[in-house]
C-alpha cells in the first residue's frame, strides 16, 4: 500500500510540474492489459454514423459521431480535472454525442455528454447533460448523481418544459447505456427494471421527465443490416412508451458499437425508426487535430 501511495503522489508531482493533463488507469481495480493499453493510450475513439432520422413524419438523411474518451473527473464538482489541486477525482469513461440533420428548412443539431466512472463499473453515470437546437430555440437537461439522488434540471424555450427542477432516486439511464456496454457488456441490466430514457429523446418527444418500465435482453444479432464480427443484440423495449431502442455491437473487446435503431410511434400512430450506421472507427488524438492540415481525417469519417 505505501508503494501504490508513493507511485501515486509521484505521478502528481509530475503532472503538476509539467503542467500535462493526462488520464492514469485507477489502481483500485483491476484492468486487462487490452483495456488499458486501449483507453489509456492517450487517443480517443472517434466513430462515425450515417442516421435516418425519424422527425415530423418523415426520415431525414443526417450524420452523428460517438466519441468515447478516458478522463479524469472531480466528484464534487462533478467536471473535468483540469489543474489537479482537488483530489477528489476519478477516471471515467466519457462519451461525447453529437447528431445533425436537416427537417425540411432548417437544421437539428444534439449532443450528449456522459460521464461513467471506471474503477466501480457498478456505479451509475455521475453526469449526463444534453441540449437539443433547432431554428425554434435550444433546451438544455443535465443531470447530476449525487448522494444517491438524480437532480435532473430542464432549461427549454417551451413555457411548459421551462426552468424545472426533478429530483428522482438513482436508477438505470438509457444514456449511460453505451458507456456500460463498452466497458463491459456483462453491466448491462437485462430482464425488467425501471429506467430514465434518453433525454434526446424525452425533449424531442415531450415526455415527461420521469422513469418508465421497460424489459431488456442481449442476444446474437442475425440480420444484415449491420456490418462486424461477433454481433450482438442489445434490446430495450418500453410498453407504456411503445419504444424500442436496440443497440448492435461487436462481442469482443473493445465491443464497437456498429449501430442502433430506435423507434416509436408517430404522431399517428404509425411506427416509424430512426437508424445510425457505423461509417468509419479511429483511434485519435483529435484534441489536437484542429488545423486545416486535418480537415482530411473529416474525409475519412465520412462527415464532409
Not at 481495480?29 to 454514423?49: D, H, M, P, Q, R
Not at 432549461?155 to 418544459?161: A, K, V
Not at 422513469?211 to 449491420?226: G, H, I, S, V, W
Request: glycine fraction near 4%; aromatic fraction near 12%.
Amino acid at each position: 500500500m505505501k508503494s501504490l501511495f508513493i507511485c501515486a503522489l509521484a505521478a502528481l508531482m509530475v503532472t503538476c510540474f509539467t503542467k500535462k493533463v493526462k488520464v492514469q488507469p485507477p489502481i483500485t481495480t483491476t484492468l486487462s492489459n487490452n483495456f488499458n493499453n486501449y483507453w489509456y493510450g492517450g487517443e480517443a475513439e472517434i466513430n462515425s454514423y450515417e442516421v435516418s432520422q425519424f422527425r415530423y413524419n418523415d426520415n431525414h438523411q443526417g450524420k452523428a459521431v460517438l466519441i468515447f474518451v478516458t478522463e479524469d473527473f472531480l466528484t464534487d464538482k462533478q467536471v473535468k480535472n483540469d489543474n489537479y489541486k482537488n483530489t477528489n477525482s476519478v477516471s471515467v469513461l466519457k462519451t461525447n454525442y453529437l447528431k445533425k440533420f436537416p427537417s425540411g428548412i432548417y437544421d437539428y443539431s444534439l449532443m450528449t455528454s456522459v460521464f461513467n466512472p471506471i474503477a466501480n463499473q457498478n456505479k451509475h453515470a455521475l453526469k449526463i447533460t444534453t441540449s437539443v437546437q433547432d431554428w425554434c430555440g435550444h433546451v438544455w437537461m443535465q443531470v447530476n448523481n449525487k448522494n444517491e439522488n438524480l437532480k435532473i434540471q430542464t432549461f427549454s424555450y417551451f413555457e411548459s418544459e421551462a426552468d424545472d427542477v426533478a429530483n428522482v432516486a438513482v436508477t438505470w439511464m438509457e444514456d449511460e447505456l453505451m458507456n456500460k456496454l463498452r466497458l463491459n457488456p456483462q453491466n448491462l441490466p437485462i430482464g425488467k427494471f425501471t429506467m430514465l430514457p434518453s433525454l434526446a429523446y424525452l425533449r424531442m418527444i415531450h415526455k415527461p421527465t420521469q422513469t418508465y418500465e421497460c424489459t431488456a435482453q442481449n442476444l446474437p444479432y442475425n440480420k444484415r443490416d449491420m456490418q462486424g464480427e461477433n454481433l450482438q443484440s442489445y434490446k430495450v423495449n418500453y410498453p407504456s412508451l411503445k419504444r424500442t431502442l436496440e443497440i448492435v455491437y461487436e462481442g469482443d473487446f473493445p465491443f464497437k458499437i456498429m449501430g442502433w435503431k430506435d423507434s416509436y410511434p408517430n404522431r399517428a400512430g404509425e411506427m416509424q425508426t430512426s437508424t445510425h450506421q457505423l461509417i468509419k472507427s479511429i483511434k485519435s488524438a483529435y484534441w489536437n487535430k484542429n488545423s486545416l492540415s486535418d480537415q482530411g481525417l473529416r474525409k475519412e469519417l465520412g462527415l464532409e
